[in-house]
C-alpha cells in the first residue's frame, strides 16, 4: 500500500469513511494478490484515525488474560474490594485481560513508532505481533524513522531487536534521560530490577549512539512533545500530540486498567515501582485531560486503546472513542 493509498483510505471523506474509517489489509499480500478471508482472519487488529494531519495507526501487539485481578491491581485493598468493583463495571471478579497497544503517528514528514510491544519472544503465546501489524497498515519496519520508548519495561522494548538485529533499521531513537540512566546502572544488579536490567542492556544500549535522550518539555519533531509521567518507572514519559488543533496523549502505562486504575487511581499496582509517585501522576495527568476534554491512548487500554475520562467522584470514567476523528 502506498504512501498516497494511505492518505486516501485515513482520509476520505462521505458514507464510506464513516462507515469504515479504517479497514486494514495486510500490505506483503496486497502487493501480490488480493488477501482471502483467511488471510484477513489472521492478522492482528489495527485501528487508524485522523488527528489532524497526523495519521495515527494503533496496533494490538498482543494480549493477556490472567486471573486474580487483585494480585495485580489494588494489592493495598482486599480482593472482594477489587472484585466488586469489577462486578459493578459488569466485567468478571477473578480474571482479566491485558493488552498492548503500540502506536504509530505519521505526520508526513517522519514515521514515529511508540514502544515497540512484546517482541519475538512472545510469538509462541500469540504476542509480538507488532511488525505483522504495521505490515497490514502499509508500513515496514524500514519505513519506520524515529521509535520513541515511553518507558524500558519489557513489553515496550521487547521489539527493538530482530533476530538479534534492531527491528527498525533506519530508525533513531527517543527517550527519556532519567530512565535509561535507572535501567543501564549496575547498581540495578542483585535487585528486583536486574531482570529489566539485563534486558535494557541487550536491547536498547546497543541503541545508545543513535538515541536522543529528553527531559519534561522536548520536542521530538513538530506536534509530539515529551511529558515527564514519573512513578510507574523511575523515568517513565508521556507524549502529547498536536496537529491542526487537534490532541492526543499518549499516556503509556500512567493508568493499566480502564477501571481499576482510572476507577481509582490512588489504588497501588503490582507493576508501579513508585507507588506513591505512580498515584500522584495519575491523579495529575487525568485531571488534566478530565478538565481539558482531551483524547488520550493508553498503552494498556481496551483496543484501540483510545477514549476520554470524566471525573468521578473517585477518579474517572473511561469513555471509549467512537467517531470523534472520522468527521
Not at 482471502?36 to 492482528?44: C, E, G, H, M, S
Not at 512484546?118 to 497498515?137: D, F, H, I, P, T
Not at 520508548?149 to 522494548?157: K, N, P, R, V, Y
Amino acid at each position: 500500500m502506498t504512501a498516497m493509498n494511505r492518505r486516501v483510505l485515513l482520509g476520505s471523506a462521505g458514507f464510506a469513511a464513516l462507515a469504515a474509517p479504517m479497514i486494514m489489509t495486510r500490505a506483503a499480500v496486497a502487493q501480490t494478490e488480493t488477501p482471502t478471508k483467511a488471510d484477513r482472519a489472521l492478522l492482528p487488529d489495527t485501528h487508524g484515525f485522523k488527528l489532524g494531519s497526523f495519521e495515527v495507526v494503533v496496533v494490538k501487539d498482543g494480549a493477556m488474560p490472567s486471573g486474580a485481578p487483585g494480585e495485580t491491581f489494588g494489592t493495598d485493598q482486599s480482593p472482594e474490594t477489587v472484585g466488586e468493583l469489577l462486578d459493578r463495571n459488569f466485567l468478571p471478579k477473578d480474571r482479566f485481560v491485558n493488552s498492548f497497544s503500540p502506536v504509530l503517528v505519521n505526520t508526513g514528514s517522519d514515521v514515529v513508532l511508540f514502544d515497540t510491544g512484546l517482541g519475538e519472544g512472545a510469538r509462541a503465546k500469540g504476542g509480538g505481533r507488532l511488525v505483522e501489524g504495521l505490515a497490514s497498515a502499509g508500513y515496514k519496519p524500514k519505513d519506520v524513522s524515529i521509535v520513541v520508548l515511553t518507558h524500558m519495561h519489557g513489553d515496550h522494548i521487547g521489539g527493538l531487536m530482530e533476530g538479534g538485529k534492531p527491528a527498525f533499521p533506519n530508525a533513531r531513537y527517543v527517550t527519556g534521560r532519567t530512565e535509561y540512566d535507572f535501567w543501564v546502572d549496575s547498581a540495578r544488579v542483585g535487585t528486583p530490577a536486574e531482570n529489566g536490567h539485563k534486558g535494557v542492556l541487550a536491547s536498547v544500549q546497543p541503541l545508545a549512539e543513535k538515541t536522543t535522550f529528553v527531559e519534561d518539555g522536548a520536542s521530538v519533531v513538530t506536534g509530539i512533545t515529551a511529558e515527564a509521567a514519573f512513578g510507574h518507572s523511575p523515568g517513565h514519559m508521556i507524549y502529547r500530540l498536536e496537529s491542526e488543533g487537534r490532541q492526543l496523549l499518549l499516556t503509556a502505562d500512567t493508568a493499566n486498567h480502564f477501571v481499576l486504575s482510572l476507577q481509582r487511581p490512588d489504588w497501588e499496582v503490582k507493576f508501579d515501582m513508585d507507588k506513591a509517585a505512580a498515584a500522584a501522576t495519575r491523579k495529575r495527568v487525568f485531571d488534566m485531560a478530565a478538565a481539558d476534554r482531551l483524547a488520550f491512548l493508553g498503552y494498556h487500554m481496551p483496543f484501540p486503546a483510545v477514549g476520554y475520562v470524566e471525573k468521578i467522584d473517585t477518579g474517572y470514567r473511561f469513555v471509549p472513542k467512537a467517531y470523534q476523528f472520522d468527521i
